[in-house]
T-cell receptor, first 112, second 115 residues
Framework: SQKIEQNSEALNIQEGKTATLTCNYT??????LQWYRQDPGRGPVFLLL?????KEKRKERLKVTFDTTLKQSLFHITASQPADSATYLC???????????FGTGTRLTVIP | GAGVSQSPSNKVTEKGKDVELRCDPI?????LYWYRQSLGQGLEFLIY????????KSGLPSDRFSAERTGGSVSTLTIQRTQQEDSAVYLC?????????????FGPGTRLTVL
C-alpha cells in the first residue's frame, strides 16, 4: 500500500541553524510534492511545490529537494528562527487521484 | 472573502446525534476538499468537489458521512449517528484549479468532540 513517512515526529534545533526535514514515500509515482506549515489550532498553509522534473526549489530561507529515485524529499529552513516553530507536512499528488496524501508531519521547535 | 471559513469552530455532541459542519471556500475556487485530522495523525482525505462534476467520495469512512456543495460554493459535511471515533478536527480546503491539483487553501477547521 502507499505510504508517506516523515523522518521524525519532533525535531529541536538551535536558532540560526539549518533545519532539515525528510519525507519518504513508497509505492507512489507522484507528479509533484507539496510542503505545508501547520500551527496549533490552524489549518495547514502552503509553502512550496516541487515537480517531478525539478531537483530543487527555493523560496527565501526555504529549500526543497525532490529525488524520485530515492523517493524522498528534503525540506530545509536556513538561519532558523523561533517563529519557524510549527508542524511541517509533506503532501503528495498521485496521478489520476483527486486529493493530496499527507504525511503525519514533523513538529519543529527552534530554541532561542 | 479573504480565506476559507468554517463553522462552528468547536462542536461538542453526544454519541448518536447528527452534526453538520459548514465550509465557505474562497470565492471563485472551483475545487473543494474535506479532510479529517485526528490527534497525532496526518490529514485523511474525505471528499472532493470540482465544479459541477460528481463528487469523489472515495475517502468517506462510512455511510454515516455525507457532504453537499450547493451552488458550487458553500459545502456542508454531515455526520449521522456520531460515534466517539468521529472525534477529530475536520478541515476544509479550496483550490482554484480547474483540472488537476493546485495549491490548497485551508480553513481553520472544526474541532468535533463526541462524548
Amino acid at each position: 500500500s502507499q505510504k508517506i513517512e516523515q523522518n521524525s515526529e519532533a525535531l529541536n534545533i538551535q536558532e540560526g541553524k539549518t533545519a532539515t526535514l525528510t519525507c519518504n514515500y513508497t509505492n507512489y509515482s507522484p507528479a509533484y510534492l507539496q510542503w505545508y506549515r501547520q500551527d496549533p489550532g490552524r489549518g495547514p498553509v502552503f509553502l512550496l511545490l516541487i515537480r517531478e522534473n525539478e531537483k530543487e526549489k527555493r523560496k527565501e530561507r526555504l529549500k526543497v529537494t525532490f529525488d524520485t529515485t530515492l523517493k524522498q524529499s528534503l525540506f530545509h529552513i536556513t538561519a532558523s528562527q523561533p517563529a519557524d516553530s510549527a508542524t511541517y507536512l509533506c503532501a503528495l499528488e498521485r496521478t489520476g487521484a483527486n486529493n493530496l496524501f499527507f504525511g503525519t508531519g514533523t513538529r519543529l521547535t527552534v530554541i532561542p | 472573502g479573504a480565506g476559507v471559513s468554517q463553522s462552528p469552530s468547536n462542536k461538542v455532541t453526544e454519541k448518536g446525534k447528527d452534526v453538520e459542519l459548514r465550509c465557505d471556500p474562497i470565492s471563485g475556487h472551483t475545487a473543494l476538499y474535506w479532510y479529517r485530522q485526528s490527534l497525532g495523525q496526518g490529514l485523511e482525505f474525505l471528499i472532493y468537489f470540482q465544479g459541477n462534476s460528481a463528487p469523489d467520495k472515495s475517502g468517506l469512512p462510512s455511510d454515516r458521512f455525507s457532504a453537499e456543495r450547493t451552488g458550487g460554493s458553500v459545502s456542508t459535511l454531515t455526520i449521522q449517528r456520531t460515534q466517539q471515533e468521529d472525534s477529530a478536527v475536520y478541515l476544509c480546503a479550496s483550490s482554484a484549479s480547474l483540472v488537476g491539483l493546485d495549491t490548497q487553501y485551508f480553513g481553520p477547521g472544526t474541532r468535533l468532540t463526541v462524548l
